[in-house]
């Protein structure tokens, strides 16, 4: 039998339930973009049809009610591209991949610094992402680095990308500004050029330069890099070797 109400709605509007209500019965929930938020509401509105303790995921109660959208996690704000896990061969387009999604969280981090947000958890997500710490020995030897050129733990290089301060870092203190946010003035822009790519197997290795826009002054930076790639056991390419060096000034 029709809910109480229900037989006096107008046939397009009882469609117009029907199909909501099979969508809400039938699908995996998630969240109501705003024009179907809108649509929900104007069926319902219609002689205050909805059923009652039927819920259109919000209180409806108050048909005025917003849904508020869920905030995009670092992993979904990073965009981060996928990789081909079918072979264990490190591919062409995979190194290619894991240099956009490097220069990506660069600049991520360095917007969500800007934004006053917590850009090192940014941080941390992305390198969990794109280093092999925990997962194989890393060689890292940053550009900026002085007293400590060598980064062996997931640690040590959090501190250069992140800075000292912020994680509380007093023996780094005086050599890591961040380099992920250029010191507080952050970066804009990021720009692979590969002088050449070496495939071996489960391992590549890239070198050449990238330039580096700062997001204040809008200078580039021109830095020399070599890295070395490594399909893990999840099946994603990681970096386990970064050389990266200013181009020799005599």
Same mark, same amino acid.
């Given at each position: ?6 037989? *006096? ?8 339930? *029907? ?13 109501? %973009?705003?024009?179907?938020? #809108? ?10 049809? #909805? ?17 508020? @959208? ?23 387009? @995979? ?21 006053? =947000? ?6 941390? %997500? ?9 997962? %194989? ?15 062996? %733990? =997931?640690?040590?290089? /959090? *501190?250069?990308?992140?800075? #000292? ?17 250029? =010191? ?16 071996? =197997?489960?391992?590549?290795?890239? /070198? ?35 050389? *990266? ?6």
């Amino acid at each position: 039998a029709a809910p109480s109400g229900v037989d *006096s709605l107008p046939r397009q509007a009882m469609l117009s339930l *029907s199909c909501i209500s099979a969508g809400l019965v039938a699908g995996p929930a998630r969240y109501a %973009t705003a024009p179907s938020r #809108a649509f929900v509401r104007a069926a319902v509105a219609v002689e205050n049809a #909805a059923p009652a303790g039927f819920y259109w995921g919000y209180d409806s109660s108050d048909p005025a009610a917003e849904l508020v @959208e869920p905030e995009p996690t670092p992993l979904d704000r990073l965009s981060f591209g996928r990789f081909d896990a079918s072979s264990d061969a490190i591919s062409i387009d @995979e190194v290619h991949t894991a240099q956009a999604n490097w220069a990506s969280a660069i600049k991520t981090i360095s917007a969500v610094h800007a934004e006053g =947000g917590d850009f090192v958890d940014m941080a941390a %997500t992305a390198a969990g992402e794109l280093y092999g710490y925990g997962k %194989t020995n890393v060689l890292f030897k940053p550009t900026k680095a002085t007293k400590h050129p060598f980064r062996a %733990t =997931g640690a040590e290089a /959090m *501190s250069y990308f992140v800075g #000292a301060e912020a994680m509380k870092n007093d023996e780094f203190k005086g050599e890591d500004a961040g380099f992920a946010i250029n =010191g507080g003035k952050g970066w804009s822009k990021v720009v692979f050029t590969n002088h050449q790519i070496d495939l071996n =197997g489960e391992t590549a290795t890239a /070198m050449g330069s990238y330039d580096f826009t700062c997001a204040t002054t809008g200078d580039v930076a021109t830095v020399e890099y070599t890295f070395g790639y490594k399909r893990c056991a999840d099946g994603k390419p990681r970096i386990y070797l970064h050389h *990266s060096s200013v181009p020799y000034s005599a």
